[in-house]
């Protein structure tokens, strides 16, 4: 499979019939994109210019902000109780397991066959959590970017956005326990990793990457250790995107608390500037004032409600947060599912079970549930990715997906202004038409150029994998 280069958009612009803005829905709109593939004017009118029209409805592209693309291929293998008490720690072990199995070339094929999944379910941007590095002895490669590059060949083939998170990975526990041996592929030192970054800055650049700092969590890496990364990213790449993972279990705030008693958000909150240019993954287990800290540092919250609720970590606050206006996205994490609309459902669903009302997370400046989930992700993933505004608006992306559906009659009765709420809530499938990516359309009438080439590699990375699984011995 041969990787596309970046290119100038391919749309010069687009005429909508009807399309959410951030002033809500809108009819007959006319825009123009910029050749850095941003929106540059946008009017209502009757297509002047005899733009390509698009008559369904269109909706702003979903960056997924957290994702770890090889549990794509390992998505059903953990759920067989392997302990008296199931857990995200048990669910762990095989994690370990199985990233001591992928190739370069197996890492390529899973993620790109997951971008492909992923542009179909809504996303136009991917923030990639990448903390596979070493060779599958826990050797460095020759060149310790390997599987970084191999990240970067998936988002180019499927034309799905970048943002690329090289994840800093130190420790098995806080106060710097050591390592065990199924992180051996994860594991780095201070100064390897500030050869990474140096080695990835001119590819990213090239291919129109963003590049971004992860400190895993406050368990893989010390308050020392994200001082000093900081200090690289003022150097190396000065307001670069910040992500990590904090509170998502009891155990991790249970035993956070046990090394020096206070809470992961709270200790992270002690030594680090954390602004909007920061993610905080999960944050599922906070106390009032910490959802007032977070809320007002303006980080976004990056929520994943279905790997979640599939490992067990608990219900985000998410009605405390939105209300002292706290900003998030979504992300599909573990990749056991790759539609950005399931997400959505999962978040407010979640919410109505904790407070047993409906429509919990509308607004009262858009009571439209789908609306206002679909909008506020949209806005959120490109903050925490470092792209322009996720939004149908002069300056912001010209990244945009197009709703279809294969039960048309089914719509007869839907106001245009609740046509997410339909494609969200009620039950029959999310299905696109095109996609748009930075103006260029990737995927067109519901089909990817490379569609069959991408879903080859990946059946044959798969049978590899199956192979050395087998080879080892999985239960």
Request: proline share 6%; charged share 20%.
């Amino acid at each position: 499979m041969t990787a596309p280069q970046m290119s100038a958009p391919e749309l010069s612009g687009a005429h909508f019939h009807l399309a959410l803005t951030p002033e809500g829905w809108q009819r007959n709109l006319s825009v123009h994109f910029a050749a850095d593939g941003t929106i540059a004017t946008m009017a209502r009118d009757d297509n002047p210019d005899a733009l390509p029209v698009y008559e369904n409805p269109v909706v702003p592209g979903i960056t997924d902000l957290h994702s770890h693309a090889f549990q794509y291929a390992m998505a059903g293998l953990t759920e067989v109780r392997r302990n008296p008490v199931d857990s995200f720690w048990s669910w762990r072990d095989m994690m370990y397991f199985f990233a001591l199995n992928l190739s370069p070339e197996d890492m390529r094929a899973v993620a790109a066959r997951l971008y492909l999944s992923l542009l179909k379910g809504g996303y136009t941007g991917i923030a990639e959590f990448h903390y596979v590095h070493n060779d599958l002895d826990g050797s460095r490669y020759a060149r310790p970017e390997e599987l970084s590059l191999a990240i970067f060949e998936a988002a180019q083939a499927t034309g799905l956005e970048l943002t690329h998170l090289p994840v800093f990975y130190a420790h098995s526990d806080f106060g710097g326990a050591a390592p065990n041996e199924g992180q051996r592929r994860f594991i780095q030192g201070l100064d390897g990793y500030a050869e990474m970054i140096e080695a990835l800055r001119g590819p990213a650049a090239a291919a129109g990457h963003v590049l971004g700092i992860a400190p895993h969590s406050l368990r893989a890496a010390t308050a020392e250790e994200i001082t000093t990364l900081l200090a690289l990213r003022d150097d190396k790449l000065p307001g670069c995107p910040v992500h990590i993972h904090i509170a998502e279990q009891m155990k991790e705030v249970n035993d956070a608390l046990a090394f020096n008693g206070r809470r992961p958000v709270e200790q992270l909150y002690d030594f680090a500037p954390v602004d909007d240019s920061w993610c905080l993954i999960h944050a599922t287990h906070l106390t009032e004032a910490e959802v007032s800290q977070i809320a007002r540092s303006g980080a976004v919250v990056g929520l994943c409600p279905l790997t979640e609720a599939n490992l067990g970590d608990g219900i985000f606050p998410a009605t405390d947060f939105l209300t002292q206006g706290g900003v998030f996205g979504i992300g599909s994490d573990s990749n056991i599912a790759t539609v950005a609309a399931q997400e959505l459902q999962s978040l407010e669903y979640s919410q109505r079970f904790r407070d047993r009302r409906r429509n919990v997370l509308a607004a009262t400046d858009q009571p439209h549930t789908g609306t206002n989930l679909w909008a506020r992700a949209a806005l959120g993933g490109a903050q925490a990715a470092g792209r322009p505004t996720g939004a149908i608006t002069p300056g912001g992306m010209a990244s945009f997906v197009e709703l279809t559906s294969p039960e048309p009659a089914g719509l007869a009765a839907t106001a245009p202004e609740a046509s997410l709420d339909f494609h969200i809530f009620a039950g029959r499938g999310f299905h696109v038409g095109d996609v748009v990516v930075r103006g260029r359309r990737v995927v067109q009438a519901g089909q990817h150029p490379q569609e069959q080439a991408i879903l080859a590699d990946y059946a044959a990375a798969m049978t590899r994998i199956a192979d050395r699984l087998n080879a080892r011995g999985t239960s």
